[in-house]
T-cell receptor
């Protein structure tokens, strides 16, 4: 069945460092891909999404490109801030018109001042 | 615009009991999905309701059941609680039942089964 694998955390970076969180997926058909973020004490919220191959999703300085050839959707940010400390989840859904969203296990990011 | 709310925030039950969790969807949203999030894991899809009908479910046993009401709020019921049911239960609402629609999550209900 469909699945999402993302890099294990925690990831610890200094402020202004470059961030990459790897995400790969297994799916038949053409799913939509998402990154969700969970800040401390808050609910999950959508960070960005891409609905077809080669699409780039972007928001708040984060970006990810839907790569069908490598089945990947890596999250990147050029310069992280302390306020980016959170848990990041890669997810897929809408495969062949379906409804189920499948999440990865999450990657915790700590950013030090 | 009111976001997704869930109640209660925390709950402690004993093995074998039954529990009901509640979710109010965001205004205008007709679809509610429920997820179970174990500690340190990503959310696992339980089921989805679209316009008061179950639209599909994940790999959860029948003792996990739900309802959606005419105002699109929803309940998750779990019978015969087991220790492994201890988790954060998340509700998410969206406009439309397809997975590529943005989902808006509530803060969750933390269930502890002793």
């Amino acid at each position: 069945g469909d699945s999402v694998t993302q890099m294990e955390g925690p990831v610890t970076l200094s402020e202004e460092a470059f961030l990459t969180i790897n995400c790969t997926y297994t799916a038949t058909g053409y799913p939509s891909l998402f990154w969700y973020v969970q800040y401390p004490g808050e609910g999950l919220q959508l960070l960005l999404k891409a609905t077809k191959a080669d699409d780039k999703g972007s928001n708040k300085g984060f970006e990810a490109t839907y790569r069908k050839e490598t089945t990947s959707f890596h999250l990147e940010k050029g310069s992280v801030q302390v306020s980016d400390s959170a848990v990041y989840f890669c997810a897929l859904s809408g495969n062949t018109g379906g409804f189920k969203t499948i999440f990865g296990a999450g990657t915790r990011l700590f950013v030090k001042a | 615009e009111t976001g997704v709310t869930q109640s209660p925030t925390h709950l402690i039950k004993t093995r074998g009991q039954q529990v009901t969790l509640r979710c109010s969807s965001q205004s205008g949203h007709n679809t509610v999905s429920w997820y179970q999030q174990a500690l340190g894991q990503g959310p696992q899809f339980i089921f989805q309701y679209y316009r008061e009908e179950e639209n599909g479910r994940g790999n959860f046993p029948p003792r996990f059941s739900g309802l959606q009401f005419p105002n699109y709020s929803s309940e998750l019921n779990v019978n015969a609680l087991e220790l492994d049911d201890s988790a954060l239960y998340l509700c998410a609402s969206s406009l439309g039942r397809w997975g590529n629609n943005e989902q808006f999550f509530g803060p969750g209900t933390r269930l502890t089964v002793l």
